[in-house]
């Protein structure tokens, strides 16, 4: 299941974008605003720390720069 010490960074991570985002919602990503609008703040906090993840292995296994508004090339 990977690392537990990761993992609960990366919970910690978007639980911080959550408390943000209620805070400061006109800075915050459209996105998480929409999954708050229909999850609990755990689940979205969950959530977020997997598409973290996510984002963070397809950095590293691609080897490039992070890039905040990437549009894929395969997007529709």
């Given at each position: 299941m990977?690392?537990?010490?990761?993992r609960?960074?990366?919970?910690?991570?978007?639980?911080?974008l959550?408390?943000?985002?209620r805070?400061?919602?006109?800075?915050?990503?459209?996105?998480?605003?929409?999954?708050?609008?229909?999850?609990?703040?755990?689940?979205?906090?969950?959530a977020?720390?997997?598409?973290?993840?996510?984002?963070?292995?397809?950095?590293?296994?691609r080897?490039?720069t992070y890039?905040?508004?990437h549009?894929p090339i395969?997007?529709a």
């Amino acid at each position: 299941m990977g690392d537990r010490y990761l993992r609960k960074l990366l919970v910690i991570g978007a639980t911080s974008l959550i408390r943000r985002a209620r805070h400061k919602p006109d800075t915050a990503d459209p996105r998480l605003l929409a999954l708050l609008a229909r999850k609990p703040a755990r689940v979205a906090s969950v959530a977020m720390a997997n598409k973290m993840a996510r984002v963070v292995w397809a950095v590293m296994a691609r080897r490039e720069t992070y890039q905040v508004r990437h549009v894929p090339i395969f997007a529709a």
